[in-house]
């Protein structure tokens, strides 16, 4: 199995998802592939964006996906 | 719509959500639908994933059972969706299930009469004996001898106990009380005064000599005390 699993960008773009209160919540949407597996679809808040939230989240998707080839 | 990949799924659930619940999972499938693929959530304990193609994927494993025993798996149970064959089935036991198509016969109406009938039979003529035998103590020979015997035996006994009746009634309790010295309305502590006289003092005990000193004392005679 391919144990790189280098990321492949699909797309990236903001989102507006209304929320239950009446609230507009602006994202920013993430669609990618690690190697094979895919797409994942993450949201990041907009709102103090931390544009490191989206590296940490591919890295504990990439550490599940090592596991599971593993096993 | 998103492609469903299963381990993309998996992957989500452990990263994101590492406490298995129904509920965590139900939330996931809230705040990223798109790992769902359109599917929804269901079966007997909202573990399963039914996606719109007919596909059936079973999310947690021993759903249902103790929290520590369940984690977040993928595994397709399409085919062992109810009405399917079961892939792994049991074995024929020593014992066979009830067959509630049989019906028990119910017994004849005349076995239990005809049982006791025969059972009665065997005694024979013996109720017309009895009562025979009552007809003849009471009105044939027998009345003649138990008259008699019943006033020389019975008939005295029965006077000489209302005699005794009799006697109890008429006696007066009041004089037999008042002879014994119970009439009275108190009970004293002593009936009479007690007249006895004490006896004698004892003497004193003799407590004997007192201890020797020693200290004083130049051991035994005869003998002398070590230097």
Same mark, same amino acid.
């Given at each position: 199995m391919d144990d790189e699993l280098p990321i492949l960008w699909i797309s990236t773009g903001d989102d507006i998802t209304p929320q239950l209160d009446g609230t507009m919540l602006r994202e920013r949407k993430y669609v990618f592939r690690l190697g094979k597996f895919g797409p994942f679809t993450e949201r990041v808040p907009l709102a103090n964006l931390d544009a490191t939230e989206i590296g940490r989240r591919v890295e504990a998707l990439r550490f599940q996906l090592r596991a599971q080839q593993r096993l | 719509m998103t492609p469903f990949d299963p381990w993309a799924l998996l992957a989500m659930l452990n990263a994101f959500y590492p406490i298995v619940s129904v509920a965590n999972l139900q939330r996931a499938r809230q705040e990223r639908p798109e790992y769902f693929a359109g599917g929804r959530l269901g079966g007997s304990k909202g573990e399963k994933l039914f996606l719109p193609d007919g596909r059936v994927w079973d999310l947690i494993y021993a759903a249902g059972g103790p929290a520590s025993a369940m984690r977040w798996t993928i595994q397709d149970v399409t085919d062992a969706a109810p009405g399917a064959p079961d892939p792994f089935p049991l074995e024929d036991g020593p014992l066979a299930p009830l067959d509630e198509t049989i019906v028990f016969p119910m017994p004849g109406g005349g076995s239990f009469v005809s049982l006791v009938a025969g059972e009665l039979e065997a005694f024979g /003529?013996? /109720?017309?004996? &009895?009562?025979?035998? #009552?007809? /003849?103590?009471? %009105?044939?020979?027998? +009345?003649?001898?138990? %008259? @008699? #015997?019943?006033? +020389? &035996?019975?008939? @005295?006994?029965?006077?000489h106990h209302h005699a005794m009746r009799q006697a109890l009634d008429n006696d007066d309790p009041a004089e037999e009380l008042e002879a014994a010295g119970l009439t009275r309305d108190t009970i004293d502590a002593t009936i009479t005064e007690y007249d006895e006289e004490p006896p004698d003092d004892l003497n004193e005990p003799d407590p004997g000599d007192p201890p020797r000193d020693d200290s004083d004392d130049d051991g035994p005679p005869g003998k002398e005390r070590p230097q």
């Open positions: - | /003529d013996s /109720d017309g004996m &009895l009562a025979r035998a #009552a007809v /003849d103590a009471t %009105e044939g020979a027998g +009345r003649v001898n138990i %008259e @008699p #015997a019943f006033s +020389r &035996l019975v008939g @005295p006994a029965h006077e």
